[in-house]
């Protein structure tokens, strides 16, 4: 079974920084895309940061310049180091990685799976 555990949300106060943490865990062939988004009260879940197996990256304009995706291959871990952090920016954050499991026939199923999500909270 394959879960995305993520850490290090909490409070914190505006034009600080943050890190978040995401690492999967479980039996997996391979993990191609990894990445990150998230839903504050009464929004839609909002895509923030995206990172391939091979580095590169993506981010959505709101949080370009801000933010920045990492990824460690070996550990199977996905951060967001997040600068300059805003009001706006309070939201539950949700790590995503698009997973590969090899099945009993030797092909490999790939599946997007997320973590349970991890709250941030910007307030003085």
């Known amino acids: 079974q394959v879960q995305l555990v993520e850490s290090g949300g909490g409070l914190v106060q505006p034009g600080g920084p943050l890190r978040l943490s995401c690492a999967a865990a479980?039996?997996?062939?391979?993990?191609?895309?990894m990445g990150w988004s998230r839903q504050a009260p009464g929004q839609q879940r909002e895509f923030l940061a995206s990172?391939?197996?091979?580095?590169?990256?993506n981010y959505a304009d709101s949080v370009k310049g801000r933010f920045t995706i990492s990824r460690d291959n070996a550990k199977n871990t996905v951060n967001l180091q997040m600068n300059s952090l805003k009001p706006e920016d309070a939201a539950v954050y949700y790590c995503?990685?698009?997973?590969?499991?090899?099945?009993?026939?030797?092909?490999?199923?790939?599946?997007?799976?997320w973590g349970q999500g991890t709250r941030v909270t910007v307030s003085s």
């Open positions: 990172i391939s197996s091979g580095g590169s990256t």
């Open positions: 479980g039996r997996f062939y391979s993990i191609d895309s």
């Open positions: 995503n990685a698009d997973i590969g499991i090899r099945l009993s026939d030797g092909t490999v199923q790939h599946r997007d799976y």
